[in-house]
């Protein structure tokens, strides 16, 4: 019966980092697809709110129009009134009846110059209103073709990276299997503790990726010896060493092709 091959520091770090640019790849395409749908919500809501305006507008406008033609109607109304007024005036019996029905014809007159002056209020209403309408308009057309153009490209993110992102998946969980569970539970801790995702980054001019904190010459042969799992001491991440990260990103990104 064969025996299982023991697994080497080196292959486990290789694994490691494999790992790790297989979650980049799914941060990446996540990231670029994170952004479109807030926009494109974002762009949904302000169209909803003009689409709401504009009811509002409109609404309004249709309020105006009947208050006009209320007080068109109360024009005719006194007109009416003081014809028929000036008529009885003509079969009065004494004067107080007569300076009675003036006074009734004054104040019809009073209701008409007034239902005008309310009647030329609302036109100017109108006139405003419709400019607002307009604009809006114009505005809602604008962001309705934006949205419609964000929204086109969310669709063809979503066609162009659904299939790689759900084979990158399957790779990472492939890989994770490959990494013994103490290895994995601690890379998906420093995983989540660090605002770019990356817990596995190579020695960079002497420093761990993306830190400005120097590493000793002596930890760094260590490293490059690729006999133990060393971490960086400032952030946690484990390291690996320049010539180890370009293999296996060369690597990588070739599967990542064939993928896409």
Do not use: C, W
């Not at 209320?70 to 003081?82: A, D, G, P, Q, V």
């Not at 993306?210 to 930890?219: A, C, L, R």
């Not at 006999?227 to 484990?238: F, L, Q, Y």
Request: net charge negative; proline share 2%; charged share 40%.
């Amino acid at each position: 019966m064969a025996t299982k091959t023991e697994v080497t520091v080196e292959e486990k770090l290789r694994a490691l980092y494999d790992l790790q640019l297989i979650d980049s790849r799914i941060d990446e395409i996540r990231n670029v697809r994170g952004e479109l749908p807030l926009e494109v919500e974002d762009l949904e809501d302000e169209v909803a709110g003009m689409n709401t305006r504009l009811e509002k507008l409109n609404s309004d406008l249709e309020v105006i129009e009947d208050q006009i033609k209320e007080k068109k109607n109360s024009i005719e109304e006194s007109k009416t009134l003081i014809k028929k007024y000036a008529a009885q005036q003509d079969n009065v019996r004494n004067n107080r009846e007569y300076n009675s029905l003036t006074k009734e014809i004054e104040f019809q007159e009073l209701e008409i110059q007034l239902a005008e002056k309310n009647i030329k209020e609302f036109k100017a209403q109108i006139e405003q209103k419709s400019q607002v309408i307009e604009d809006t308009k114009e505005r809602y057309n604008e962001r309705t073709e934006h949205l419609k153009h964000k929204q086109s490209e969310l669709d063809e993110i979503l066609k162009e990276t659904e299939k790689e992102e759900q084979a990158l998946i399957k790779e990472s969980e492939k890989f994770e299997n490959q990494i013994e569970p103490r290895l994995v539970k601690a890379y998906k801790r420093i995983r989540n503790n660090v605002k770019n995702g990356l817990a596995v980054v190579p020695v960079e001019r002497g420093a761990s990726g993306g830190s400005f904190f120097t590493i000793p010459p002596q930890v760094q042969m260590e490293i490059a010896g690729r006999k133990k799992i060393i971490t960086d001491e400032h952030s946690g991440r484990i390291l690996v060493d320049p010539d180890l990260a370009n293999e296996e990103r060369e690597k990588m990104e070739a599967m990542f092709a064939k993928l896409k």
